[in-house]
């Protein structure tokens, strides 16, 4: 490259943080570590402010996992520039491995092995080798690294039980009721009956064809493990649609998708990381 390459590490640990700061500037010299982050939220603000060309993002950080950060990055991440390469930092976890491994996405154990590093490197100079000579305009929808990125998301790693096991043999039944709080109450909502969710801090408001509205305090990424995936479609890391109920879809000049649902005025904005669902524009 012509330039020295950027990169960011968020890491909740700072002796851990310094330590692969460390690593890395012996094993790549031309480096240039931007911004330290010993959270998720404060990794994605750096890196907007930065724009690096490679992000270490530990799995688990306060606040934010590195799965998240990475995720809400990619919706505020500006059109016409590369989004960075991922290495995620974890402690060892097979299911995580695993996946990172299937989608060719980097990891790095902790604690940072020498040897192991320096085939990260070497990978992240190979891409970023490539990314030089193609010299184009990116488009960030079909980015390979926000592909790979939205696959992990639906795999769901475990971030808040890392040894957990997962099989697809032990998945539970899909959802057909709700039990959501209205005031002192509870009220059974049939699946059937949700035209789409919404996460809002640590509970999901549930809007129904009828036009209520109810909370529930499951999670949303829990939830979208036991709902349909051909009937509710996630357009955005806090916002799921019934399918069916999609009246239009917009692409603004920036090339930003949005919809509106049947029978409602109001737009509902599209993440880059699920616009394919929309191949046709």
């Given at each position: 490259?012509?330039?020295?390459?950027?990169?960011?590490?968020?890491?909740?640990?700072?002796?851990?943080?310094?330590?692969?700061?460390?690593?890395?500037?012996?094993?790549?010299?031309?480096?240039?570590?931007?911004?330290?982050?010993?959270?998720?939220?404060?990794?994605?603000?750096?890196?907007?402010?930065?724009?690096?060309?490679?992000?270490?993002?530990?799995?688990?950080?306060?606040?934010?996992?590195?799965?998240?950060?990475?995720?809400?990055?990619?919706?505020?991440?500006?059109?016409?520039?590369?989004?960075?390469?991922?290495?995620?930092?974890?402690?060892?976890?097979?299911?995580?491995?695993?996946?990172?491994?299937?989608?060719?996405?980097?990891?790095?154990?902790?604690?940072?092995?020498?040897?192991?590093?320096?085939?990260?490197?070497?990978?992240?100079?190979?891409?970023?080798?490539?990314?030089?000579?193609?010299?184009?305009?990116?488009?960030?929808?079909?980015?390979?690294?926000?592909?790979?990125?939205?696959?992990?998301?639906?795999?769901?790693?475990?971030?808040?039980?890392?040894?957990?096991?997962?099989?697809?043999?032990?998945?539970?039944?899909?959802?057909?009721?709700?039990?959501?709080?209205?005031?002192?109450?509870?009220?059974?909502?049939?699946?059937?009956?949700?035209?789409?969710?919404?996460?809002?801090?640590?509970?999901?408001?549930?809007?129904?064809?009828?036009?209520?509205?109810?909370?529930?305090?499951?999670?949303?990424?829990?939830?979208?493990?036991?709902?349909?995936?051909?009937?509710?479609?996630?357009?955005?890391?806090?916002?799921?649609v019934r399918a069916s109920a999609i009246?239009?879809?917009?692409?603004?000049?920036?090339?930003?998708?949005?919809?509106?649902?049947?029978?409602?005025?109001?737009?509902?904005?599209?993440?880059?990381?699920?616009?394919?669902?929309?191949?046709?524009?």
């Amino acid at each position: 490259m012509n330039t020295p390459a950027t990169a960011l590490i968020a890491e909740d640990e700072p002796l851990l943080a310094q330590t692969l700061a460390n690593e890395l500037r012996a094993l790549w010299p031309d480096i240039h570590i931007v911004a330290t982050a010993g959270d998720g939220l404060s990794a994605v603000q750096l890196a907007l402010q930065h724009r690096p060309d490679v992000l270490f993002f530990d799995i688990r950080m306060p606040g934010q996992s590195g799965l998240e950060a990475a995720a809400e990055l990619a919706e505020e991440w500006p059109s016409g520039t590369p989004f960075p390469l991922l290495v995620f930092v974890t402690a060892y976890d097979q299911y995580a491995i695993q996946a990172f491994e299937a989608q060719a996405v980097d990891y790095v154990l902790k604690p940072v092995r020498t040897e192991r590093l320096l085939q990260t490197v070497t990978r992240l100079q190979n891409a970023l080798q490539q990314r030089t000579q193609h010299n184009t305009t990116p488009d960030l929808q079909q980015d390979p690294v926000l592909a790979q990125l939205r696959t992990l998301l639906s795999l769901r790693l475990e971030t808040t039980h890392p040894q957990r096991p997962h099989h697809p043999d032990l998945a539970l039944p899909p959802l057909q009721l709700l039990q959501a709080s209205v005031g002192k109450q509870l009220r059974m909502v049939p699946v059937a009956e949700v035209l789409r969710l919404e996460a809002a801090d640590k509970y999901v408001r549930v809007f129904t064809l009828d036009g209520a509205e109810v909370l529930l305090r499951t999670p949303l990424k829990e939830l979208m493990q036991r709902l349909d995936a051909q009937v509710f479609w996630q357009i955005h890391r806090g916002s799921v649609v019934r399918a069916s109920a999609i009246d239009s879809v917009t692409r603004d000049d920036t090339g930003r998708l949005s919809l509106r649902l049947k029978g409602h005025a109001d737009t509902l904005a599209v993440s880059r990381l699920y616009a394919h669902l929309f191949k046709a524009m």
